[in-house]
């Protein structure tokens, strides 16, 4: 594993050692994770929530999409366009319903569309996120799909990073553009709110 990047890293650093630690994390421990942050969401109070298919070695499960369905949420889910630009979403209906999406191993719904605006119903936002800083900073993976889709989000909707506990770090490159997240979902520390003091 590359050694943590140090003060002035950029971007691409501060992915590859993320990426790195996550390359790193067995099987098991990902399912750990998978059920801890399941229960983790099952106290989030909201009528509508954005979430996503994980994919890779990102954080999450098909359960945790169940368990929020199971709570009375209606759960969107990103489509990716066929052109760089925002994100459009379909509600989620249940595991039966998801196709191979454009990108190779991305799930998506397969039902109606709602647009880039679908965004803009949520109470919540579920994101997927390598890393995030204790101002609220992300670092995804860098398509700028989410930096792209998040402007559609409503001014008081909770914007939630879910990332291991590990990728809570005390400052990344941040840009003009980034939105700050207001929260992210570990395994182990469960929602913590942003900035941290």
Not at 45 to 70: I, K, M, N, Q, W
Not at 79 to 88: C, F, Q
Request: net charge negative; glycine share 14%; aromatic share 4%.
């Amino acid at each position: 594993m590359p050694d943590r990047p140090g003060p002035g890293a950029g971007k691409g650093e501060w992915r590859a050692w993320l990426t790195a630690g996550r390359a790193a994390i067995s099987p098991q421990q990902r399912v750990l994770e998978a059920n801890s942050l399941a229960q983790a969401v099952t106290g989030l109070t909201a009528s509508t929530v954005c979430c996503y298919v994980p994919f890779g070695s990102e954080p999450g499960s098909l359960s945790l999409l169940d368990v929020l369905r199971d709570a009375g949420a209606r759960v969107l889910l990103p489509v990716v366009p066929s052109t760089p630009g925002p994100l459009d979403w379909a509600e989620y209906t249940g595991t039966s319903a998801l196709v191979a999406g454009r990108l190779r191993g991305v799930l998506e719904p397969s039902g109606p569309r709602l647009g880039p605006g679908g965004v803009g119903e949520a109470n919540v936002v579920l994101l997927p996120a390598l890393g995030v800083d204790h101002r609220g900073v992300r670092l995804g993976r860098g398509a700028g799909y989410y930096d792209r889709s998040l402007g559609f989000a409503g001014a008081h909707t909770e914007l939630v990073a879910v990332i291991r506990d590990t990728e809570l770090v005390e400052e990344l490159p941040a840009e003009p553009h980034d939105v700050r997240m207001t929260a992210v979902l570990t395994p182990g520390k469960g929602l913590v709110p942003l900035p941290l003091t």
